[in-house]
């Protein structure tokens, strides 16, 4: 477990008062959580009305797929477990409506104008590992 965090939480289940926070960022986390629903409610439970969420998770395609044994793709250095508990594609956005987000899908290389620009920031492939998710929790009244 990190030292370097002020914060630390299991995010199915935040001791934190319903409607605590006007945003929350996700980052990388989703796909090692064993109750992805279950999460993602927590962060709608403790965002305001029209409060946002950016959800960033490792897309690889269009479906999501649970994993039911390990997967051998990190790089040698790099030294965190091997495996992912699911593996995203792009229905992550209807995972998170199903929850009861708003739910914008951005694709990073929309943001640069040039492909000179995305080459530069090795956003030229036709692979979605870079997509966020902003989600917003609809107002209430």
Same mark, same amino acid.
């Given at each position: ?28 986390? %989703?796909?090692? &959580? *064993?109750?992805?629903?279950?999460? @993602? =409610? +927590? ?10 969420? %950016?959800?960033? &998770? *490792?897309?690889?395609?269009?479906? @999501? =797929? +649970? ?75």
């Amino acid at each position: 477990m990190r030292n370097d965090v002020s914060f630390k939480a299991d995010i199915q289940s935040l001791d934190v008062a319903d409607a605590s926070y006007g945003g929350v960022i996700c980052a990388h986390v %989703l796909q090692d &959580v *064993p109750d992805e629903a279950k999460a @993602t =409610r +927590e962060v709608l439970r403790v965002l305001q009305p029209g409060g946002w969420a %950016l959800f960033s &998770v *490792p897309i690889r395609g269009a479906v @999501t =797929r +649970e994993c039911d044994q390990p997967m051998s793709v990190r790089a040698a250095w790099d030294k965190r477990p091997d495996e992912f508990i699911r593996v995203y594609g792009l229905d992550f956005a209807g995972r998170l409506q199903s929850c009861g987000f708003e739910v914008e899908v951005i694709e990073a290389k929309s943001c640069l104008s040039t492909s000179d620009a995305l080459v530069k920031h090795g956003l030229a492939n036709q692979i979605f590992t870079n997509v966020l998710f902003f989600c917003k929790k609809p107002d209430q009244g």
